[in-house]
């Protein structure tokens, strides 16, 4: 059974950096698609970043693009979100989500893989 577990959100100031981590377990993660998503208050689900398992390729939503970075370490099966230069929009329920879905742009689903969320904010 998948498993991925979130660590790392908090309470920042704006322009503030956080690291959050998401070990995944339960099967091969080769072939997958690996990413973060999160949820305001009030707001639906939205893409943050994704990486591909095998290639490390990357992509991220033009919000976050030059502020925030996605890497995996294979061997500690283990996603990172490295946040820089937080915002007060930036705050949210980070979720890390796992797809085997070949799909081109990644929507949330309940055919993919979910942690349990791990907040973040950003005060001003």
């Known amino acids: 059974q998948v498993q991925l577990v979130e660590s790392g959100g908090g309470l920042v100031q704006a322009g503030g950096s956080l690291r959050l981590s998401c070990a995944a377990s339960?099967?091969?993660?080769?072939?997958?698609?690996m990413g973060w998503f999160r949820q305001a208050p009030g707001k639906e689900r939205e893409f943050v970043a994704h990486?591909?398992?095998?290639?490390?390729?990357?992509s991220y939503a033009d919000s976050v693009k030059g502020r925030f970075t996605i890497a995996r370490d294979r061997f500690k099966n283990t996603v990172y979100l490295q946040m820089n230069s937080l915002k007060p929009e930036d705050t949210a329920v980070y979720y890390c989500?796992?797809?085997?879905?070949?799909?081109?742009?990644?929507?949330?689903?309940?055919?993919?893989?979910w942690g349990q969320g791990t907040q973040v904010t950003a005060s001003s």
């Open positions: 339960g099967r091969t993660f080769s072939g997958a698609r």
């Open positions: 990486i591909w398992w095998s290639s490390g390729i990357t």
């Open positions: 989500a796992a797809t085997f879905r070949p799909v081109s742009v990644w929507s949330p689903s309940s055919d993919d893989y």
